[in-house]
């Protein structure tokens, strides 16, 4: 058996986590509400956060797994992607703790972490699985052949979904992070009450630039022919503009697994803690005979569970890092 101090520090969450032979025993975030005053992440409030929060966040995490640092057989720390200062931070405490306990050291990348959260359950995903990778900076289809290999089938020429998400609720006067409360307001809307076309974009790829802007346009239009438009339409508004991010994402998804003929699908990142892409995974899934997989709330957002459990794996195989890596800001899946 073995131990590991898992730590993730990619953007605006400090967070820490111990793994014992594959278990998770601990898993401690601190959410950084500075951020909401400027309606979006500033990278360097984000780091000097970290440098405030990754001491007790780490000692909380050690405390709640009944874990000293003596006990520990290895750190992981997120390497990237993320926002460069705010990696820093992760990545020199783990360093530090590493060279002081003379102990390996785990370099993770964090969207492969968010499909491997997949592992900290005791339902896992047999190979091959496909996974939507959906968060504030990617959207991407992974096929994943075993622990480790990932193929991105398709993923956004632009901007990512999560952000679509946020830039919408903007312009809807909702406090960032807004994501979260478009789904919240969407359960009382009608989906249907107003169109937004879908992009066309060659192979499994995405583009949410366009409909971006067609959001924009429609709110601006309607807001000049009746100053309360958003006010009295709020949650139509919500529901029609997720049915179609949602639907943007299902229809590249059914076909890639219509394409090569998977069967077992997987969802991770924030977006995934959607309500309506949850709720039509498993409709495709009774319809197409999938398999489905949607990890717990808590570990679709960044957390460092899912460092944890991609380390272990690594530490089976050995794979360390030396004291002289150092973080990747635009980290690509599979390096």
């Not at 956004?156 to 919408?168: L, N, P, Q, Y």
């Not at 789904?183 to 499994?204: L, Q, R, T, Y």
């Not at 409709?283 to 997989?293: C, Q």
Request: hydrophobic share 45%.
């Amino acid at each position: 058996m073995h131990t590991i101090l898992a730590i993730e520090s990619s953007c605006d969450e400090t967070s820490a986590s111990v793994v014992s032979d594959g278990k998770i025993r601990s898993n401690i975030i601190a959410t950084q509400d500075i951020h909401k005053q400027y309606g979006g992440v500033v990278p360097e409030l984000a780091s000097r956060a970290h440098e405030k929060n990754i001491v007790p966040v780490v000692q909380q995490a050690l405390e709640k797994a009944n874990i000293t640092k003596q006990q520990l057989d290895a750190v992981a720390f997120t390497q990237g992607p993320g926002l460069l200062g705010a990696l820093l931070i992760g990545n020199c405490f783990a360093k530090g703790m590493a060279m002081a306990l003379n102990i390996p050291l785990i370099g993770v990348n964090h969207m492969e972490a968010h499909i491997n959260a997949h592992f900290i359950a005791e339902n896992k995903p047999e190979f091959p699985f496909l996974c939507l990778t959906v968060s504030g900076g990617h959207t991407q289809i992974v096929l994943v052949t075993d622990f480790g290999k990932f193929e991105i089938l398709g993923e956004t020429i632009d901007d990512a979904v999560g952000e679509a998400f946020d830039k919408t609720a903007k312009l809807l006067n909702l406090p960032y992070p807004g994501g979260p409360l478009i789904d919240k307001m969407a359960k009382n809307g009608n989906s249907k009450a107003f169109i937004f076309s879908i992009p066309e974009v060659p192979d499994f790829n995405f583009s949410f630039s366009g409909i971006k802007t067609s959001i924009l346009y429609f709110i601006q239009k309607n807001t000049v022919q009746n100053p309360d438009f958003i006010s009295e339409n709020l949650a139509d508004i919500c529901a029609s503009v997720q049915f179609t991010l949602v639907e943007i994402l299902m229809r590249k998804l059914k076909k890639a697994a219509k394409q090569f003929h998977i069967k077992t699908i997987a969802i991770a990142g924030g977006v995934a803690a959607n309500s309506e892409l949850r709720k039509r995974i498993i409709e495709e899934s009774e319809k197409n005979d999938w398999k489905y997989f949607i990890p717990d709330f808590e570990y679709c957002t960044d957390n460092a569970a899912m460092i944890a459990i991609s380390a272990y794996y690594k530490y089976n195989n050995k794979d360390f890092v030396w004291l002289d890596a150092v973080p990747n800001a635009r980290m690509a899946i599979g390096t």
